[in-house]
């Protein structure tokens, strides 16, 4: 394979780079999925420094055109998601933001007395709370997971039998979001994605979406409260503001 990179006093040396890597990922040089070369063989075939290499890599790593799997290298990803619509509209964010189709939910749910955290997070003291935990799965593999916090007032307020588990994951997957008339979105990035995932690793990276949500019906204090966890390199958070 021969690359040339020339150099310009109007480009940034790892701009130029990052142009003909764009390039060459979008022509099919380097097919989707595919590995591209180790970083010390792509920056002798380029020209450039590992420094400057790793400038465009870093770049195309934001754009989402490649992802990097830790003891193994650099690979294509698939193209850029299709989706249309983001966090703008009140949904449900795992499904709004992550590229894979999710196949299966794995959950689990306890009731217990309400932490310091648990009543700063809903606003007011409740007599108890349901702390679930959501484990979305792509063929087998988990790619996201999701804490929700629902005080014990909610659970009776809208009829729900704990008993049957059916109904409760019906309800915190679909039915919370068509009964809340406002919600609040806080993102952040945190580190701490498979520490508390409890023993249902993500990913291979340590770098994840931290979406905050507070979902509200007609009250100051939240109907139910959710930390989801998407690891980055799944995950495309857009918005679609529109007047």
């Not at 749910?109 to 648990?118: A, E, G, R, T």
């Not at 409760?168 to 520490?195: H, M, P, Q, R």
């Not at 979406?211 to 959710?226: D, H, M, T």
């Given at each position: 394979?021969?690359?040339?990179?020339?150099?310009?006093?109007?480009?940034?040396?790892?701009?130029?780079?990052?142009?003909?890597?764009?390039?060459?990922?979008?022509?099919?040089?380097?097919?989707?999925?595919?590995?591209?070369?180790?970083?010390?063989?792509?920056?002798?075939?380029?020209?450039?420094?590992?420094?400057?290499?790793?400038?465009?890599?870093?770049?195309?790593?934001?754009?989402?055109?490649?992802?990097?799997?830790?003891?193994?290298?650099?690979?294509?990803?698939?193209?850029?998601?299709?989706?249309?619509?983001g966090l703008e509209k009140i949904g449900h964010v795992?499904?709004?933001?992550?590229?894979?189709?999710?196949?299966?939910?794995?959950?689990?749910?306890?009731?217990?007395?309400?932490?310091?955290?648990?009543?700063?997070?809903?606003?007011?003291?409740?007599?108890?709370?349901?702390?679930?935990?959501?484990?979305?799965?792509?063929?087998?593999?988990?790619?996201?997971?999701?804490?929700?916090?629902?005080?014990?007032?909610?659970?009776?307020?809208?009829?729900?039998?704990?008993?049957?588990?059916?109904?409760?994951?019906?309800?915190?997957?679909?039915?919370?979001?068509?009964?809340?008339?406002?919600?609040?979105?806080?993102?952040?990035?945190?580190?701490?994605?498979?520490?508390?995932?409890?023993?249902?690793?993500?990913?291979?990276?340590?770098?994840?979406?931290?979406?905050?949500?507070?979902?509200?019906?007609?009250?100051?204090?939240?109907?139910?409260?959710?930390?989801?966890y998407l690891p980055m390199q799944y995950a495309n958070?857009?918005?679609?503001?529109?007047?």
């Open positions: 394979m021969d690359i040339n990179i020339i150099d310009t006093a109007k480009e940034l040396r790892y701009v130029t780079v990052y142009n003909k890597l764009f390039k060459m990922i979008n022509e099919g040089t380097f097919p989707k999925n595919s590995r591209l070369p180790s970083e010390p063989d792509l920056a002798k075939t380029l020209g450039v420094s590992r420094s400057t290499l790793r400038q465009a890599l870093a770049l195309l790593q934001d754009d989402g055109l490649i992802k990097n799997i830790r003891g193994k290298g650099n690979y294509i990803t698939k193209e850029i998601s299709p989706k249309k619509s795992v499904y709004k933001c992550l590229d894979h189709k999710i196949d299966t939910i794995e959950f689990d749910f306890k009731i217990q007395p309400p932490s310091d955290y648990f009543t700063k997070i809903l606003g007011k003291k409740s007599v108890a709370t349901v702390g679930i935990d959501r484990w979305y799965m792509c063929s087998g593999d988990t790619v996201a997971y999701t804490f929700t916090i629902i005080p014990i007032e909610a659970i009776s307020t809208f009829n729900l039998d704990l008993n049957d588990r059916e109904e409760l994951l019906k309800f915190i997957e679909d039915k919370v979001y068509t009964e809340c008339t406002d919600a609040l979105v806080d993102i952040k990035f945190s580190t701490a994605g498979n520490f508390v995932t409890k023993g249902h690793p993500i990913s291979c990276e340590k770098q994840f979406y931290l979406v905050e949500e507070g979902l509200y019906k007609n009250s100051k204090y939240p109907i139910a409260f959710n930390k989801h958070i857009k918005f679609h503001p529109t007047k």
